[in-house]
């Protein structure tokens, strides 16, 4: 492959990002080749020297949406981020999906559970109306409501803690599988 096809590529393959940042992706390979064609070698040689350009976009688009995670934490960049990730690999469909999934089971069944019981008096609200009410039920649903308010707020918290532990997560796979651990 030479400089024309591998930038050509390379250039497809981005497509996804903002005209400026393709244009300064595309002038660092740009200087790669020359560089490489100062030190003798051929354009097929630089271009099999850095690999695959469709492998080199999968790992500029995960790092991308990392970066926009780190910037602006919300459930859309998110899910660009973790899809990025599995991107770089069929191994990363089973050690990024599956921890993925898991943690948003237990995020939304904290969630529902702190709602279900934050909503507990209106229970007793409808028990009032078929003419079933019980002094114990009131106190029981006051109970679980405040129970259900603690809970929202220790997932608050929780859902942020773990939405950072993953993004780390997502970080350290995406330098593992683009070019393994550096013992320095």
């Known amino acids: 492959m030479n400089k024309e ?20 992706i595309l002038q660092d390979y740009e200087e790669y080749f020359e560089i490489g064609m100062e030190e003798g070698k051929s354009e097929q040689e630089i271009s099999k020297s850095l690999g695959n350009p469709k492998q080199i976009s999968k790992e500029l688009m995960a790092t991308y949406h990392l970066g926009q995670v780190e910037q602006t934490t919300s459930a859309s960049n998110v899910m660009r981020a973790v899809w990025a990730v599995i991107g770089l690999g069929f191994f990363n469909l089973v ?15 904290g969630w529902a559970t702190a709602i279900a019981f934050i909503l507990a008096p209106f229970g007793v609200l409808f028990n009032l109306v078929i003419g079933n009410f019980q002094l114990f039920d009131l106190f029981f649903a006051l109970g679980l ?4 308010i603690f809970i929202a707020m220790g997932m608050f918290v929780a859902t942020s803690a773990l939405t950072k532990g993953f993004i780390r997560y997502l970080k350290f796979n995406a330098s593992l599988v683009k070019g393994g651990l550096k013992n320095d």
């Open 95 to 109: 050690i990024v999906l599956g921890p993925f999934i898991a943690l948003i089971g237990v995020v939304i069944a």
């Open 5 to 24: 096809q591998f930038l050509k590529q390379l250039n497809a393959s981005l497509t996804r990002l903002s005209l400026e940042e393709r244009e300064d």
């Open 145 to 148: 409501c405040g129970i259900g």
